[in-house]
């Protein structure tokens, strides 16, 4: 196991890669806060592939910005193996849930970025561009611009683009919502290969529950402000087929106890 | 049926084919009906051009006092005495050079000015009031000032044509840097940038649009300074040559200037759009 592992070899399955204690999150608008994210607390073990699967509007997207440090919290703390976020780490990979892209660079170029931004050599971090460029099934658009692509191509692209920094941690908001169900199984597969014995850890936020549970080690459902409905492990062998593991009783069973749980998270 | 007849659609290459990029077919247009639409239009403006010149030549005489409206034939033959002379050369060049220099200093100090302000948002906030109000301000009424400061010489054109295309580029600019997408910025900064690399990787090329538009729409406004500034007070230039025409009630000479300065425009205005071309080449593709 331990040579597979390429990722921080120090670091034991079952640590704390992200904490979570007491964390809200208010927005100012006028003379009222808006409350996103009210007292949640969540632990990320080392490796994990977990799932945040909740409704639309219940914070989410909120709670990976805070995890990626963009935001600052109102109140509560954040913790990247014990040291507290503070602002963006490079270490943690974040695929935001809208493209951002540079339009005026190039596929390759933009792939490339993160690498470019550390001082790299040109040569060295083309040739890793390229080669992800690949991975993502975009071979032949390497010298196209954003716009000359689909909404699912720059969705690739975006992805190709965080994996060049090669986190250890990838925080990932719904990355496939927007694409075709043939390429969404292929990326998920994709993602999965990437995942499996490489102990990285993977905070994935969707409101598709086939897709968690084709995914998830764990699921966690949200609901109104950030609330915990369901802590749900999932103990589905892998590799998982997602149309064979469709008729597995205990996804059935799992796939009714999730839908339950949004439902009642939908509930205040 | 239970085969799929195959679809043919122009002409597929081989290559496009095989591998996963793009599918490239030829657009099976001809050379006339990719360039027939632009044809027609140079053909229709050559067109316009040459009826408002028969109509003007015709006119002018029988109709119209050639001492008010001029004619194409007497503009011509002045111009060509202006060739002769060296005239039209001296004054021309005279004009060029402080419209050139005054868009050069204006277009680089309003650039480099606003990217230096525009992303320090306070202080930003504090000046904007003030910067409008210079900017309100006709460029005009800067002459008489600029001539107690700078003389007659060709310094005060410069700086006349300079400032009304300083607060252009600058205003852009600014407009440019602030609207730059939020998500960028914070993709550089997941990526580990810092203010250096948001400012050079996303600010500069994101609010490129907005420079170029502010030097586009400028180059009027410099040409305008520095004939204003000939016109005011000067002995060289074509504002000078419009002045010293209409006083000897030289209508010819009057419109002959008017030709060649709209000649300069436009000649200016084709090398900025040249530029814009170069630098925006990731917008979306031609349909």
């Known amino acids: 196991m331990s040579a597979t592992v390429q990722k921080a070899p120090e670091r034991a399955a079952g640590d704390a890669v992200l904490e979570v204690r007491g964390l809200s999150k208010h927005f100012t608008k006028g003379d009222e806060d808006l409350v996103a994210l009210r007292d949640v607390?969540?632990?990320?073990?080392?490796?994990?592939?977990?799932?945040?699967l909740g409704r639309s509007g219940c914070g989410k997207s909120t709670l990976l910005n805070l995890l990626a440090g963009l935001t600052p919290a109102t109140s509560g703390a954040i913790t990247y193996h014990g040291s507290a976020i503070t602002r963006p780490r490079t270490e943690v990979g974040y695929l935001t849930q809208h493209d951002t892209l540079m339009p005026w660079r190039t596929v390759t170029r933009n792939v490339e970025m993160p690498r470019e931004l550390r001082g790299e050599d040109k040569t060295e971090r083309n040739r890793i561009a390229l080669d992800l460029v690949q991975l993502v099934g975009l071979s032949g658009f390497e010298n196209?611009?954003?716009?000359?692509l689909s909404g699912g191509m720059r969705r690739r692209a975006?992805?190709?683009r965080m994996l060049c920094s090669d986190p250890e941690t990838l925080l990932l908001d719904e990355p496939f919502g927007a694409l075709d169900a043939q390429l969404r199984t292929e990326l998920q597969g994709e993602l999965l290969r990437l995942w499996q014995g490489s102990g990285r850890t993977v905070v994935f936020v969707t409101h598709d529950i086939e897709e968690a549970l084709v995914l998830a080690d764990r699921v966690v459902v949200l609901g109104q402000v950030g609330r915990i409905v369901l802590d749900l492990a999932v103990d589905l062998p892998r590799p998982?087929?997602?149309?064979d593991i469709r008729v597995d009783p205990r996804f059935v069973d799992a796939h009714r106890r999730l839908s339950a749980a949004l439902k009642e998270g939908a509930l205040r | 049926m239970s085969t799929t007849t195959p679809v043919t659609q122009g002409d597929v290459s081989p290559a496009a084919a095989t591998t996963t990029g793009p599918l490239r077919?030829?657009?099976?247009?001809?050379?006339r009906q990719r360039h027939g639409r632009t044809g027609a239009v140079w053909a229709w403006r050559l067109l316009l051009l040459v009826a408002v010149i028969v109509l003007w030549q015709v006119l002018s005489g029988p109709v119209l006092d050639p001492q008010f409206v001029s004619s194409p034939s007497g503009i011509a033959g002045r111009l060509g005495d202006w060739i002769a002379d060296?005239?039209?050369?001296?004054?021309?060049?005279?004009?060029?050079?402080?419209i050139v220099l005054g868009f050069l200093l204006g277009a680089g100090a309003g650039a480099l000015l606003a990217y230096l302000i525009a992303p320090l948002r306070v202080v930003w906030d504090v000046l904007d009031p003030f910067l409008m109000a210079l900017y309100a301000i006709p460029k005009v009424a800067l002459a008489p000032l600029f001539i107690v400061w700078f003389g007659i010489g060709t310094d005060m054109k410069v700086l006349l044509a300079a400032v009304t295309v300083f607060f252009i580029v600058f205003l852009n600019t600014a407009a440019g840097v602030h609207e730059v997408d939020r998500g960028l910025i914070d993709a550089v900064r997941l990526m580990g940038g810092g203010r250096r690399d948001i400012a050079l990787k996303v600010t500069l090329p994101a609010s490129m649009t907005g420079l170029l538009t502010g030097l586009r729409i400028s180059i009027p406004y410099a040409l305008i300074g520095a004939v204003i500034g000939e016109l005011v007070a000067s002995n060289r230039g074509l504002g000078y040559l419009i002045n010293d025409s209409s006083a000897k009630f030289d209508t010819?000479?009057?419109?002959?200037t008017l030709v060649v300065l709209s000649i300069v425009a436009a000649v200016l205005n084709a090398l900025v759009t040249l530029l814009g071309r170069r630098a925006n080449r990731w917008k979306p593709l031609d349909t």
């Open chain 1, 41 to 52: 607390d969540l632990r990320v073990e080392q490796g994990q592939f977990l799932v945040l």
């Open chain 1, 144 to 148: 196209h611009y954003p716009r000359e």
């Open chain 1, 158 to 160: 975006s992805l190709a």
């Open chain 1, 240 to 243: 998982r087929d997602p149309d």
């Open chain 2, 25 to 31: 077919i030829s657009s099976g247009k001809g050379f």
């Open chain 2, 86 to 98: 060296g005239t039209l050369w001296t004054n021309t060049w005279v004009t060029v050079q402080e």
């Open chain 2, 252 to 256: 010819d000479g009057v419109f002959a």
